[in-house]
């Protein structure tokens, strides 16, 4: 069986658990493995830097990443390849797009960079116990007055809807923002914009021409939501998990050994490699 030297996994309902975990030991097995045959692990998310460095405290410098649903793409050894930023002008246009939207956020809109999140103050106030409960989980959040107070490059706009709003708000910014910027969702009811042409799939290419691989004969991919579509698109060897979204289980791709909560990813993998 051909052995596909990268394999890359998204986290939320992929690689976690519900209860956000994964069997460390089990990792450090496979790492062991792959090293061995100048394999890469890559973490494909939504989620930032900061997070993802705290739950991959233990495999630091020995997975790449593929974060902010593509933006930011950086090498297991810490060689950024790709910073993807949007402008002021970017951002401000974002916050009219969902201004002008018949759709409620369910909290308000944030500006993430590489290490902070920024939110405006009238959108704070939306849900202040979403504001709270960010700090609480150790995001270093800054209220602004408004987009140009903010002093540094920002990777994404993140906002959150119900999860029945979320495909028609992207459908209609996407068709709004045109090709200035790439809408997409994180699951259960996130939102992100990003760059013209940034998404995981090709943040992963990224990674591929780094290391001399190409995507369809060497990446194994997994995932369960829409912002891993493109990711499974382009992969030789794509997974979608038993407990994707329908849209993901119509046929295009195959389905891995068991979900997220049964170590599917962990349970594929070991059939692909050993």
Do not use: C
């Amino acid at each position: 069986m051909t052995r596909p030297r990268l394999i890359a996994t998204d986290l939320d309902g992929t690689f976690l658990s519900g209860s956000k975990t994964y069997d460390h030991q089990r990792l450090k097995s496979i790492l062991a493995k792959m090293n061995e045959k100048n394999a890469h692990f890559i973490v494909s998310t939504g989620r930032d830097e900061l997070n993802v460095n705290r739950i991959f405290k233990d495999f630091i410098g020995q997975i790449d990443l593929v974060l902010d649903n593509g933006a930011l793409v950086r090498t297991a050894d810490g060689e950024i390849l790709r910073e993807s930023t949007l402008s002021k002008d970017e951002l401000k246009h974002a916050m009219d797009v969902v201004q002008q939207m018949p759709f409620r956020p369910r909290f308000g809109a944030a500006f993430a960079s590489r290490k902070k999140l920024y939110m405006l103050h009238d959108q704070a106030r939306m849900n202040w116990a979403h504001t709270l409960q960010l700090r609480l989980a150790g995001v270093d959040l800054e209220l602004i007055d408004q987009v140009d107070d903010i002093p540094e490059e920002i990777l994404k706009f993140t906002i959150a809807f119900r999860e029945e709003d979320t495909i028609r708000f992207i459908d209609q910014a996407q068709a709004t923002i045109g090709t200035a910027g790439h809408v997409t969702t994180s699951g259960y009811g996130s939102v992100d914009i990003v760059g013209a042409g940034v998404n995981k799939a090709t943040g992963l290419d990224i990674l591929a021409q780094h290391y001399g691989y190409t995507l369809e004969e060497e990446l194994a991919a997994f995932g369960d939501g829409l912002n891993d579509y493109e990711m499974l698109k382009v992969a030789g060897f794509p997974w979608a998990m038993p407990n994707s979204d329908p849209r993901l289980l119509d046929g295009q791709f195959d389905v891995a050994m068991a979900d997220n909560e049964h170590a599917g990813v962990f349970k594929t993998i070991e059939t692909l490699w050993y």
